[in-house]
Nanobody, 113 residues
Framework: QVQLVESGGGLVQPGGSLRLSCVAS????????MGWYRQAPGKQRELVAIITRGVTTNYADFVKGRFTISNTKNTVYLQMNSLKPEDTAVYYC?????????WGQGTQVTVSS
């Protein structure tokens, strides 16, 4: 079992920046995929950015050039720059070993003036 705890969310003005952190209870270097998803009220959860096999990164088109995903031994980060109101959502961390998906509890990001 892997426990994931997200932090770093909050209220930020349009054009501002936030860095989200996802701390795992164990090493995540061997995980098949690790990444971030988000869900706004009334909408489905959507992929934001992932790292596959520890080397390949993929970003949703709507965040490309603004967000950067990275990781250490036990933490996944999401650096978010040039934030827009439409980025407002609950952001969830996910890691998978191909047998089990692990999800964090989510952290709220609100972009508003």
């Amino acid at each position: 079992q892997v426990q994931l705890v997200e932090s770093g969310g909050g209220l930020v003005q349009p054009g501002g920046s936030l860095r989200l952190s996802c701390v795992a209870s164990t090493s995540i270097f061997s995980m098949y995929v690790m990444g971030w998803y988000r869900q706004a009220p009334g909408k489905q959860r959507e992929l934001v950015a992932i790292i596959t096999r520890g080397v390949t990164t993929n970003y949703a088109d709507f965040v490309k050039g603004r967000f950067t995903i990275s990781n250490t031994k036990n933490t996944v980060y999401l650096q978010m720059n040039s934030l827009k109101p439409e980025d407002t959502a609950v952001y969830y961390c996910r890691v998978s070993d191909r047998s089990q998906d692990y999800w964090g509890q989510g952290t709220q990001v609100t972009v508003s003036s």
